[in-house]
């Protein structure tokens, strides 16, 4: 397995821009698909972006797309989400997730590694 820790988060105002990083370890970072999902208080934890590992398309959710790019680093071994036009909606508990050679998903269900998160909080 490969041991996430995400880094990142904070407090931006609306219209902000943030940079998501999340470091794995491990030799065989090029064989996970990858994915971003958060969890605002009282709400389920849900998709944000995800990332093939074959060939490093990318997926996104409707609510993030055109204002989130995620890319992945194999040779520094990192996942990033960079974050653009922030809303007060995209304010949650982000976490990074993996799945070795699976294919990328929007199902939580897919992946069996996870990081404990990083707070984004947006203010209007």
């Known amino acids: 397995q490969v041991p996430l820790a995400e880094s990142g988060g904070g407090l931006v105002q609306a219209g902000g821009s943030l940079r998501l990083s999340c470091a794995a370890s491990?030799?065989?970072?090029?064989?996970?698909?990858m994915a971003w999902f958060r969890q605002a208080p009282g709400k389920e934890r849900e998709f944000v972006a995800a990332i093939q590992y074959s060939d490093d398309y990318p997926y996104y959710a409707d609510s993030v797309k055109g204002r989130f790019t995620i890319s992945k680093d194999n040779p520094k071994v990192t996942l990033y989400l960079d974050m653009s036009s922030l809303k007060p909606e995209d304010t949650a508990l982000y976490y990074c997730?993996?799945?070795?050679?699976?294919?990328?998903?929007?199902?939580?269900?897919?992946?069996?590694?996870w990081g404990r998160g990083t707070q984004v909080t947006v203010s209007s």
């Open positions: 997730a993996a799945c070795r050679y699976c294919g990328a998903s929007t199902s939580r269900a897919r992946y069996n590694i």
């Open positions: 491990g030799r065989t970072f090029s064989a996970y698909s």
